[in-house]
C-alpha cells in the first residue's frame, strides 16, 4: 500500500540540441514576444519587411493623394457631428493624460505610450482648432488655447514619452538578457 503514496521519479530531461542560424532567431525571437519586450526591431539581411514595405509605400502613396485633397477639397464645409468629433478628441486627450499620469505614478514604463499618444492627440487638436476657427476672436481664444495649454502638455508628453527609465542607458539587443526573457534591472 505505501508504493501507491511513494513518490514517484521524473524522468530525466534530454538536452535539447542546439538550434542554429534561422531556428535560432525564430526561438529568440518567441521568447521576447512572450516576454513582452518588444525591444528595437533587428533588420533582416534579405532586405526590409513585408510590414515596413507596406508602411514605407502607404507613406509614399499618400503623397500624390495630398496633392488632389489640396486642389480639390473645397475651402470650407457644412459637417454633421462637429460637436460629437471635438468632444471625442478632447475625451482622448483626457483619457491619455489621466492614464500617463496613473501609469506613471506607479513606476509603470508604459506611461511612455500613452504620453507618445496623447502627444500626438494634442498636437493635432491645436492644429485643427487653430485652422478651423473664424478669423477674430475665434481664432484668438483657439491661438491662447494652443499656445498655454495644448501644445505645452504635447511638449510635456514628449518628453515623458522620449525620457529613458534612470539607469536604462543600453539599447538594442545587448540591453536585454534574452536568455532569461527579462530586462536588465538597475540597481
Known sequence: ?????????????????????RAARAARAARVIRAGLGGPARRSRRGPRAVECVLLGSGAALVPWLVVLATTLPPTAQVGHWNVAWVGLDALEAVGLVATGLLRRRGDDRHRLTAAATCALLVVDAWFDTVTAAPGAELAAALAMAVGAELPLAALCAVLALKRAPG????????????????????
Open 1 to 21: 500500500m505505501s508504493a501507491l503514496y511513494a513518490p514517484t521519479a521524473r524522468p530525466a530531461r534530454t538536452a535539447r540540441p542546439a538550434r542554429t542560424g
Open 168 to 187: 536604462t542607458h543600453r539599447t538594442g539587443p545587448e540591453a536585454a538578457d534574452l536568455t532569461s526573457g527579462t530586462w536588465p534591472t538597475t540597481g
